[in-house]
């Protein structure tokens, strides 16, 4: 288990969620096979893009590993990761924000 890792607020890859994984930061971090069936921090979303198939997926920093363990999840992964994901949101807005007033565009 990483550090910092606690027991509740888990995403199921299966989808089978009990009500602590329904509102969680947490998920199982994919292609890793040594580490079947563990669950991870999500530390935070470090940008997203539209794959081939058309869906959103986000790059994401896990809690407790360095850049080099950062990958890219299905949004649909960390749907229940409402606190990691609005901050990404907000960010993204001030992002937005701070360039529109950089290029001076209204």
């Not at 079947?36 to 997926?57: A, M, N, P, S, T």
């Not at 409402?82 to 529109?100: C, F, G, H, L």
Request: with cysteine; proline share 3%; charged share 35%.
């Amino acid at each position: 288990m990483p550090k910092g890792q606690t027991t509740s607020d888990t995403v199921n890859d299966n989808e089978k969620e009990t009500d602590a994984e329904k509102t969680g930061e947490k998920s199982k971090k994919k292609g890793n096979a040594e580490d079947e069936g563990e669950w991870f921090e999500v530390e935070k979303i470090l940008d997203e893009l539209i794959g081939d198939d058309g869906q959103l997926y986000y790059i994401v920093r896990w809690s407790g590993y360095s850049p080099e363990y950062d990958t890219v999840e299905p949004a649909k992964e960390l749907e229940h990761c409402v606190d990691i994901t609005a901050a990404w949101q907000a960010e993204k807005e001030s992002r937005n924000k701070a360039q529109v007033a950089e290029n001076g565009i209204l």
